[in-house]
Structure formats: structure tokens, C-alpha cells
């Protein structure tokens, strides 16, 4: 021990050096504690979580494997998924997003998911997937044979699975300190890729139909300075003989959603 430290000791008395030993000790004790809590904050900011919500049919799983850069497993579009999926994006940067696929059937586990994301430990944006009344139909749990359902009847379940999701989205909206962001994704575009700007503005703020109207509500419900909201086309296939568009254009469509997460993220 150095005398400078010999003589500081001996200044002061016995109860000052507990003291000061104590201030030291709670200090370090401290800076423990809170650094898992850094180190999940700076993690978030890089990884920020995103729910991707959506009846069940409209392609929820194969965007996020495209937006994660993952082959889609074998079966994903005939059978979809009753429990959360999960998939991560990761950058050269070590930024990217962890995307929680909520599950469309309307089960224990969509509750349960639903929960989670919105309530339990809240997302930091949201990406509601719609298919312009395309979705996949899906048998009733316990049947057989080949499902069938027209477009107007999954528009009409489109717009019921969208009302109950944005309530939640609402409710969160609120309970945060800082807005929260959310993309509609009107998927498989190469099926009315003729019409895809006048589908693209019936999704849209203010184009009074049905689900304009509703994302009206939904921003009167959170207020609109809280709630960010962007409408965007893409589709999971292109390039096929019968597609209306090709592969490279499927593909600019998800770096385009791509790019826009990343805005939003503050990633760029």
C-alpha cells in the first residue's frame, strides 16, 4: 500500500472509512445491476420487435421469411402455423429485427400471442397483412376435403380480424411514451397486379371504404401524432410462368417494406 493511501487511512476514522467503503461498494453493486438493463435497451434499439398480425390465409409466414432472408419450410402455405413463429433479420451492421408472427386461426394460442405483443411485453411496430380478399382458405379444425370461401366472404373476415386487431394496437398506442408505427402489407400483388395503386389506396387513410375507415378510427382512438401509418404492396412470388410479376420485382417490393422497417427503426 502506497503511504499517501497509509496516511488517508490513519486521517480518517474508523466509521468514515466504512462509510466511504460502503458508497464504493453500492456504486459497483449498482453499475451491475443496471447493465443487463443497458445492454437490453441497446439491443432492442438495434433488434426493435415487430408483430406481424393477419387473418389467417394471407401469406403472413412467407413474408417474414422473405424479410428474413429464410427459405419458407415445405407445407407453410397449405397448412399455416397455430402457435408464434419467430424470425430474426440481421445486418452486416448488426442491426435487423425480430419479427413475431402472430397466428391467424382463431384459437387459445392466437390469444395467447395477441397478449403477448400488445400487453405483455409490447412491440415496437407492427406490420397487419391483408391479400385483398386472396387469402388461402383453411379448413375448420377436425374436417376434411378442400376449403372453399369467395372473395367477398374474406374480405368480410379480413375486415373482422382487422377491427380486433386494431382495438389492441390502440390500446397499446396509448400506454407507450413514444408512437408507435404500423405497416399495412397488402400481399400477393402478382394476383391484381393491374389494379395494385387503387387496391394499395382502399387500405389507405382517408379513402373511405371499409378498412380506410377503420384505420380512421384506429388513429382517432390513439391519436394521430402517435400512431404512424404506411400502406405498401408486396408479394412472396414472382417470376413464375403464370405470375404478373417477376421475380425482380417481387423482390424490390420486400427490400422497399425492407427499407421502410428501417426508417422507421431510426436504422438509417
Excluded: C
Aim: hydrophobic share 40%; no cysteine.
Amino acid at each position: 500500500m502506497s503511504r499517501t493511501a497509509t496516511k488517508i487511512r490513519t486521517m480518517l476514522p474508523s466509521p468514515a472509512r466504512s462509510a466511504i467503503g460502503a458508497t464504493i461498494a453500492g456504486g459497483v453493486l449498482t453499475g451491475l445491476s443496471t447493465a443487463p438493463e443497458r445492454v437490453g435497451r441497446l439491443f432492442r434499439r438495434r433488434f426493435p420487435t415487430v408483430a406481424v398480425t393477419g387473418m389467417t390465409g394471407v401469406g403472413k409466414s412467407q413474408l417474414a421469411d422473405r424479410l428474413a432472408r429464410r427459405t419458407s419450410g415445405a407445407g407453410v402455405a397449405e397448412v399455416g402455423s397455430a402457435v408464434m413463429e419467430r424470425r430474426t433479420r440481421r445486418s452486416a451492421k448488426l442491426r435487423g429485427f425480430r419479427f413475431l408472427v402472430v397466428p391467424g386461426d382463431n384459437a387459445a394460442t392466437r390469444l395467447g400471442a395477441l397478449d403477448e405483443v400488445f400487453h405483455d411485453e409490447p412491440v415496437d411496430g407492427v406490420i397487419h397483412v391483408v391479400a385483398n380478399g386472396y387469402a388461402t382458405p383453411r379448413r375448420t379444425a377436425g374436417t376434411t376435403g378442400t376449403a372453399t370461401a369467395t372473395r367477398e366472404e374474406q374480405l368480410a373476415a379480413e375486415l373482422e380480424d382487422w377491427a380486433i386487431t386494431s382495438h389492441l394496437i390502440a390500446s397499446m398506442a396509448v400506454r407507450r411514451d413514444k408512437p408507435v408505427w404500423l405497416v399495412i402489407a397488402v400481399t400477393k400483388a402478382d394476383l391484381y397486379a393491374n389494379e395494385l395503386d387503387e387496391v394499395v389506396r382502399s387500405y389507405s387513410p382517408g379513402s373511405g371504404t371499409p378498412f380506410g375507415n377503420k384505420i380512421d378510427e384506429l388513429r382517432a382512438l390513439a391519436g394521430g401524432a402517435r400512431l404512424s401509418v404506411d400502406v405498401l404492396p408486396v408479394s412472396s412470388h414472382g417470376g413464375e410462368r403464370t405470375s404478373a410479376i417477376s421475380a425482380k420485382e417481387a423482390s424490390a417490393m420486400v427490400d422497399a417494406l425492407a427499407e421502410r422497417l428501417a426508417q422507421l427503426s431510426g436504422h438509417v
